[in-house]
């Protein structure tokens, strides 16, 4: 069973300050301990929240990552978003765009798993020997079947 450990503002904040530090240094040599031994390391919202609220009080917003970070033909866009509030941050036009990635990425597979497994049966058929030769007639009757079910489906679209 795979461990895992939940952390407060506390370490993290104490591993978000300034390195040459005896005691955040220390917390960061335990984090990266804990990742090398494969432990589990779950940061609340809430708690990556208050360390950025309290980063930004001390050093000011230009710390973190905003529009102006986001390059090229994307910044305008971005800003745009987050100024329109459908987002609050550019986290989360980010998180977004990453999660419509994610969906394409997992369509994309999906029909290339279909094709493939499309391909095969056409495989096990051509090795059954149950094909016809690709020739003007074979063309010819499979352009037919095609108009006759657009010709239908026209059909039942104008009914």
């Not at 609220?53 to 990552?65: C, D, I, N």
């Not at 020997?129 to 095609?146: D, L, Y």
Request: with cysteine; aromatic share 6%.
């Amino acid at each position: 069973m795979r461990e895992f450990v939940l952390l407060d503002s506390g370490p993290l904040g104490l591993a978000c300050r300034r390195h040459g530090s005896p005691l955040p240094d220390h917390c960061r040599q335990w984090f990266r301990g804990l990742i090398l031994r494969g432990v589990g390391v779950v940061i609340p919202e809430i708690a990556d929240y208050e360390v950025r609220r309290e980063l930004m009080e001390r050093k000011g917003p230009s710390t973190f990552w905003h529009p102006g970070k986001v390059g090229g033909p994307f910044r305008p866009y971005v800003t745009q978003k987050v100024e329109s509030g459908m987002y609050h941050s550019v986290s989360e036009v980010i998180r977004d765009g990453l999660r419509l990635m994610k969906e394409r990425d997992e369509l994309h597979q999906s029909k290339l798993a279909e094709l493939r497994k499309e391909l095969a049966i056409g495989a096990e058929q051509a090795d059954g020997g149950q094909v016809q030769p690709f020739n003007e007639e074979t063309t010819a009757r499979v352009k037919a079947r095609g108009r006759s079910r657009l010709n239908a489906q026209n059909d039942s679209e104008q009914a």
